[in-house]
């Protein structure tokens, strides 16, 4: 499976942006679909992800204001930022985990979110 995020771009505070993260082959058989972040000078964190079964989970800091959610028949996971913040100024990266032990990851490029004041 290849993973090639796209949709970031230059947004002012309070806009939005929705960001998609495509499979080359079958995003189905992939237990966990999630958005990471690393901000400049830190360290990547868990945005959002989501489960087969269609199960969500956020960051605190994002809860409220995104939205992540897949269609496997596109084999598409789509995060849909808004109301965004400056601090949300990230790059963004999808990945993928297989549930097989031990779980493969795999990771798209990522794609630059700027939110200007």
């Known amino acids: 499976v290849q993973l090639q995020a796209s949709g970031g771009g230059l947004v002012q505070a309070g806009g939005s942006l929705r960001l998609s993260c495509a499979g080359s082959?079958?995003?189905?058989?992939?237990?966990?679909m999630g958005w990471y972040r690393q901000p400049p000078g830190k360290q990547r964190e868990l945005v959002a992800g989501i489960t087969t079964s269609a199960s969500t989970s956020y960051a605190d800091s994002v809860k409220g204001r995104f939205t992540i959610s897949r269609d496997n028949a596109k084999n598409t996971v789509y995060l849909q930022m808004n109301s965004l913040k400056p601090e949300d100024t990230a790059v963004y990266y999808c990945?993928?985990?297989?549930?097989?032990?031990?779980?493969?990851?795999?990771w798209g490029q990522g794609t630059q979110v700027t939110v200007s004041s």
């Open positions: 082959g079958s995003i189905f058989s992939l237990q966990f």
């Open positions: 990945n993928g985990r297989s549930g097989t032990l031990p779980p493969k990851n795999y």
